[in-house]
């Protein structure tokens, strides 16, 4: 079953508002093992500088059928239903495997 990737970057009106950006990761953070729970193959976690500092964004990791059933799980995330991120979706596809 393929991986998709989604990328995302918290939005700079977030950056200053931490008690609304905490309380919107930390459903986050319950939807993601909500779905684990569920038997769904998923990873997500926050990307930190060359000095540890977090703030550059964070990836998803979806093991799903198909792109569409993929983004339709992915529209739930309460980052992206409370604006929080700019974000992205991509299809991994292994280098090794044949398309």
Same mark, same amino acid.
């Given at each position: /079953? !393929?991986?998709? @990737?989604?990328?995302? =970057?918290?939005?700079? &009106?977030?950056?200053?508002?931490? +008690? *609304?950006?905490?309380? =919107? %990761?930390? &459903?986050?953070? +319950?939807?993601?093992?909500?779905?684990?729970?569920?038997?769904?193959?998923?990873?997500?976690?926050?990307? @930190?500088?060359?000095?540890?500092?977090?703030?550059?964004?964070?990836?998803? =990791? *979806?093991? /799903?059928?198909?792109?569409?059933?993929?983004?339709? =799980?992915?529209?739930? +995330? !309460? /980052? %992206?239903?409370? +604006?929080?991120? &700019?974000?992205? *979706?991509?299809?991994?596809?292994? !280098?090794?495997?044949?398309?």
């Amino acid at each position: /079953m !393929p991986f998709f @990737v989604k990328t995302e =970057i918290i939005k700079k &009106e977030y950056l200053i508002n931490n +008690d *609304l950006k905490r309380k =919107i %990761i930390n &459903e986050h953070i +319950d939807w993601v093992k909500k779905l684990k729970k569920e038997g769904i193959n998923i990873k997500s976690g926050f990307l @930190v500088d060359e000095l540890n500092r977090p703030g550059d964004g964070g990836l998803l =990791i *979806l093991e /799903m059928n198909n792109y569409r059933n993929a983004l339709k =799980i992915i529209k739930n +995330d !309460p /980052m %992206i239903k409370n +604006d929080l991120v &700019e974000w992205k *979706l991509n299809e991994w596809v292994d !280098p090794n495997k044949s398309i």
